[in-house]
């Protein structure tokens, strides 16, 4: 098993920056850990993800805005987002993958998401 926490989200204005954190526990190895966002009325997407190795990926809307990153042994991911747009709004998950299944997903273990709202 793995527990996961998200911290940071809050209530921003466009333009704003915004680093999220995802606490892990629980099972030591993860192959890899990600992002994940659902806004209103739509589906969950996938926004970044960082492998055991380093390895990222990112969604084509947050690419040279968002950074993924990792500390030793993936105890905690942190998405750092720059120049916020309302289109970002949406509750944030983290998300971990135990064994290698493509870094946009599926995903094995979720935490319970943070809200961030951008304001025009």
């Known amino acids: 098993q793995v527990q996961l926490v998200e911290s940071g989200g809050g209530l921003l204005q466009a333009g704003d920056s915004l680093r999220l954190s995802c606490a892990a526990s629980?099972?030591?190895?993860?192959?890899?850990m990600g992002w994940f966002r659902q806004a209103p009325g739509k589906e969950r997407e996938f926004v970044a993800s960082i492998t055991w190795s380093g390895d990222t990926v990112y969604a084509d809307s947050v690419k040279g805005r968002f950074t993924i990153s990792g500390n030793n042994g993936m105890k905690a991911v942190y998405l750092q987002m720059n120049s916020l747009t309302p289109e970002d709004t949406a509750t944030y998950y983290c998300a971990a993958q135990i064994a290698s299944r493509g870094l946009r997903g599926p995903y094995d273990y979720w935490g319970q998401g943070t809200q961030v709202t951008v304001s025009s």
């Open positions: 629980g099972r030591t190895f993860r192959f890899a």
